[in-house]
C-alpha cells in the first residue's frame, strides 16, 4: 500500500493486472523460442497459442471487462463483485493456467482436463457474477454491453469443455475411434469458440464505448442500438461455425463466419466509423488499434474462403493455421496494445502532468513502430498467400515491435508514477477513461 492510499483511506487491491505483464513476457521468450529452436519446447505450438489467448488475452479480458462493466454500470466502490471476488477469480486462474500447462508439457490427461475444467469453472464464475450485475442495474443506459461479455464468457466455457474431448484423443491411448476421426474438426470448433466467441465478443462489446474515446470523440446515437441488434447475429454465426467445424461441414464455418463479420461491421464497426469522421485516429493508441481491425478483417476473410474450398477438417486445419497466426499477432494483439496503450496511462492516473508522460512515453516513434510491425505482417500475408515456407525473419521484426511496446510500457508506467504529483498528501484518483463517452454522447 502505497503512503497515499494510506492517508486517503482507499482500500489496498492486489494488482493481479501485473501477472498479465508476465504473461507478455511469457509470450514473447515462447513465441522467440518456436522461431529459433522448435525442439526447445514441449508441445511448442499449443504452448505458443495459449500463452497469448490465456495467458495474455484472456486474463486481459477478465481484468478489463471489469473495470469496464464497474465504470458503466456504476457500481458503488465496495462492491465486492468487481473487487474482491475479482482478485480470486484472477488468483485461481492464473493458478489454473499455469497447472494446464505444466500438465500439458507431461501428457497427463488427467492434469489437463483438471486444468481446463478449473479454467472453465472461473470463466463460469465471471459470467454469472457478470449477469447479476447486469441485473441489478437494469436501468444503466450502457447494460447492454455487459452481454457482451456474459455471452463471451458462455463460449470459453464450451472451448473449455471441448478442451477435455480434445485432451483425450491426444494423449489417451483408450480414446474411442469416432473422437481420432473427429479431431481436426473440434480443434476448429474449439479455436472458433474461444478466439472468435470469447476474444472477439469481448473486443466487440469494448469498442462500443472505448473506440470512440480513443478517437477523442462521441459515441454515435445510434451506436448502442445497432450493437443490441447486432449481438444474437453474431452468437448465431461464432455458433454455426463451430458447430459446421464439429461436424465435419467446412462451408458451414465460412457461413458462420462471413455472418459474424457482417454483423460486427454492420452493429459495430459502421457507427464507429461514423464517429470517427469527426476525429480520426491520431495517436498510436488510435492507429494501432484501427490496424488491428482492419487485419482482424483479412484473417476472418481468408479462414472463411479457405472453408469454402477445403475438403475436410484436416485440410481446413492446416490452410487455416498460418491465418490463424496473422489474425492473432496482427489483428487481436494489435487491438489490446492499442486499448492498452489509451487506457493505461488514464487508469494510473496522477493528474494531468503525469497521464502527459505516460502517453508521451507510450507513443515514443510511433509512426515507426506502426510502419515496422504492419509492414511485416502485410509480408508475412503475402508469403501465406503464395506458400513461402520460411517466414520466420518477418515474425522477428513482428516480435521486435512487441517487445518495444511491453518495454515501453513498464517505462511509462515507472515514468508516470514519478510524475505523480501528491496534493495534501493524496494524489489525484485515477480517471475512468469508459465514462466520457457517456456524457458526451448526451443528445
Known sequence: ????????????????????????????????????????????????VHVVTLGVLTSSVLQWSWYFTRALLHLPAED???????????????????????????????????????????????GLALVRAARARLGGRFAAVVHYYVAAAAFLVAGCLLAGFLTVAMFSAEAPGWLLTARDGLTLAHALVNLGGWIGLSI???????????????????????AVTALPILIVGIGVAATAAAVGWMPGVGIGLLGFASAATVGVGVPLTRAARTAGPTSFAGWTLGSGLAWTGVGIAAIAGNAFVAADATTLRDATLPWLALLGAGGVL????????????????????????????????????????????????????????EPAPWWGLVLVAYGVDVALMARAGMRQSRARRPVAGIAPPPRSPVLMPTHRSTP
Not at 8 to 32: E, F, I, N, Q
Open 204 to 226: 466487440t462489446g469494448t469498442l462500443v464505448t472505448l473506440g470512440p474515446t480513443i478517437l477523442r470523440t462521441r459515441i454515435d446515437p445510434r451506436a448502442l442500438g445497432d
Open 1 to 48: 500500500m502505497t503512503g497515499s492510499e494510506r492517508r486517503s483511506g482507499r482500500p489496498r487491491r492486489l494488482r493481479t493486472d501485473r501477472l498479465t505483464t508476465v504473461w507478455m513476457l511469457g509470450a514473447l521468450v515462447t513465441s522467440a523460442l518456436v522461431l529459433t529452436s522448435r525442439g526447445t519446447l514441449p508441445e511448442p505450438l499449443w504452448t505458443s
Open 80 to 126: 465486492r463483485r468487481s473487487g474482491r471476488d475479482v482478485t480470486i477469480r484472477m488468483l485461481t486462474f492464473h493458478i489454473a493456467l499455469v497447472g494446464l500447462v505444466a500438465a500439458m508439457w507431461t501428457g497427463q490427461v488427467l492434469g489437463t482436463i483438471a486444468g481446463a475444467g478449473a479454467t472453465g469453472a472461473v470463466i463460469a464464475w465471471h
Open 334 to 389: 494489435q487491438v489490446l496494445v492499442g486499448a492498452l496503450s489509451y487506457l493505461m496511462p488514464v487508469v494510473i492516473g496522477g493528474g494531468p502532468v503525469a497521464v502527459r508522460a505516460g502517453m508521451a512515453t507510450l507513443e515514443t516513434a510511433w509512426p515507426a513502430r506502426t510502419a515496422l510491425r504492419n509492414t511485416a505482417l502485410a509480408l508475412l500475408a503475402v508469403g501465406t498467400a503464395v506458400g513461402v515456407e
